[in-house]
């Protein structure tokens, strides 16, 4: 659990709901730390406008009497400091959520939260890599020179091979454990919410990854992490971002060619390729279908572009 409210800006009944939700969430919602964090700074955010905005820490009566005006004062201000409507929307929604969970425990109702129309989001697509630059992308030769071991590009590569070749999301890809890519050809896989679901292990990244173990200089058992660091511990993220940014400048890749964006190739392909709107859902972990259905707009803009690129009336 992460660390408790602490704020003389907030009324200390509040402060002791706010902890009870946050145990609700991960315990009950099985929610992750990192979004657990992610609620306490947005309710914690609301809550201190409120006490310069209302003059003092509000209690849980002035809570449920608040007026949508209040509310809208704040994501005005939280606008003003250039937050985007997506932060604003999941600020939003972290607060409704604390509203619900006070409703349900008999605590009062903050209709002021409910009754605030949700910003607006500007529609962006999914930035997918060529299918030419996302299989360079998995090359354990690509940064070669750069002065660093073998068994590390290995790594790089076996890491990003997870990611296009199984459409995994750097944190699931580091949450594999060694017996997990040790079990065949399916690898079971831990998403958001805890969400287990599996996902072929197809033979070219079977043998990345097996290329790296048999590099790596560390003792990988069964139950460690599969991907390891220079000092033999959990490797970060951040040192997959920045294997990426060295394959896309030796590409000559735009910035947008991030870990995430072969996720997004993973998916952006295989329906190109003709597969099923359904089974990609679930390769990906989408709760919803209708998340999976923006890469069919990704696919028909391609073909559009395509089209006007080649086509001789176009």
Request: aromatic letters at 6%.
């Amino acid at each position: 659990m992460a660390r408790k409210t602490q704020s003389n800006l907030i009324a200390p009944k509040v402060a002791t709901e706010i902890e009870a939700w946050l145990r609700h969430l991960g315990a009950e919602r099985r929610y992750s730390a990192k979004t657990l964090d992610a609620y306490r700074r947005d309710v914690t955010q609301f809550l201190t406008f409120l006490t310069g905005y209302l003059g003092n820490p509000p209690s849980m009566a002035q809570l449920a009497k608040l007026a949508p005006g209040d509310v809208r004062a704040f994501l005005a201000a939280r606008r003003a400091t250039g937050i985007s409507s997506r932060s604003l929307m999941r600020t939003l929604a972290g607060m409704r959520g604390f509203a619900r969970f006070l409703e349900r425990g008999g605590k009062g109702k903050v209709g002021a939260l409910a009754a605030v129309r949700t910003p607006k989001l500007g529609k962006t697509l999914p930035r997918p890599l060529p299918v030419d630059a996302a299989k360079s992308m998995v090359d354990p030769d690509l940064a070669a020179g750069d002065g660093r071991d073998v068994w590390i590009h290995a790594r790089d590569a076996a890491v990003l091979a997870l990611l296009y070749g199984c459409g995994l999301r750097i944190s699931e890809a580091l949450g594999l454990k060694r017996a997990d890519v040790d079990a065949g050809d399916v690898i079971t896989v831990t998403g958001k919410g805890r969400k287990q679901r599996m996902v072929p292990l197809i033979p070219q990244v079977q043998k990345l990854v097996a290329d790296y173990l048999a590099l790596c200089p560390h003792d990988v058992a069964a139950d460690d992490p599969l991907f390891v660091g220079i000092k033999g511990g959990p490797l970060s993220a951040r040192v997959v971002q920045l294997a990426m940014a060295r394959a896309r400048g030796a590409l000559g890749l735009p910035e947008t060619a991030t870990p995430h964006a072969l996720r997004h190739s993973f998916a952006t392909h295989l329906l190109a390729r003709g597969g099923d709107l359904r089974a990609i859902q679930e390769l990906l972990g989408h709760a919803s279908l209708a998340t999976t259905q923006i890469y069919t707009e990704v696919d028909a803009e391609r073909l559009i572009d395509a089209y006007r690129a080649t086509h001789p009336r176009a």
